[in-house]
């Protein structure tokens, strides 16, 4: 049975797809097999997805929708198959989301650097506690070196949740092959190949103590 990884936030324009794509395709480079599921009615994961499809002969990994009252079903056939599964949810903190939180072995809350967004992660927390879900907070949109970057991962750090120290930088990379169907490692190599193998480690780790 494989894991599940539900990629949730309530604020709009966190990173969840991208984070969410890049992840399905850095443990499907690690040897893992993979299944990325889009829930949110947007979208976007699944046109990463299909144009994915149309630019390479293999995709890596294999890709499912469902509504958010078919995720139970849906998941428990991904995992059987499948060492990871990744959730994208839409971007709302309601009923809608409780099955892909129960469902999951781990919780990502991408948190862009800023307190907007750090203010949304509250609810979000709410439901993965009432889920009994352990849940990772990745800070996406990070601007190293600066003030308000230690400000949020400061107030972020005393939040109900273990916070991933492998940060996404704010790189124009992470745009530019979610639009191709790519992922950054997929890309020339440079510091954001770091950055997500650091964090699928990380990920690893966390799934391996649940």
Sequence with gaps: ??????????????????????????FAQAGKSVALMDI??????????????????????????????GVSYECRKLADAHDIVIIDTPPKADSDLRPALRAADLVL???ATSHVDLWAVEAVL?????????????MTRARPGTKLSADVSEKAADMA????????????????????????LE????????????LVAEIEAV????
């Design 161 to 184: 949740a273990e916070v991933a120290s492998s940060a996404m930088a704010n790189r124009v990379v992470y745009a530019e092959t979610l639009g191709d169907g790519r992922s950054v």
């Design 109 to 111: 809350i991408p948190v």
């Design 1 to 26: 049975m494989g894991y599940v990884v539900t990629i949730a936030q309530q604020k709009g324009g966190a990173g969840k797809t991208t984070l969410a794509v890049n992840l399905a395709v850095a």
């Design 40 to 69: 949110d009615p947007q979208g976007s994961a699944g046109r990463w997805f299909m144009t994915r499809v149309e630019a390479m002969e293999d995709p890596l990994l294999d890709f499912s929708t469902a509504s958010a009252w």
């Design 187 to 198: 890309a020339p190599k440079g510091p954001a190949h770091a950055e997500m193998q650091a």
């Design 126 to 138: 709410d439901l993965t506690e009432r889920a009994e879900t352990p849940a990772l907070m990745v």
């Design 207 to 210: 799934l391996a103590r649940s």
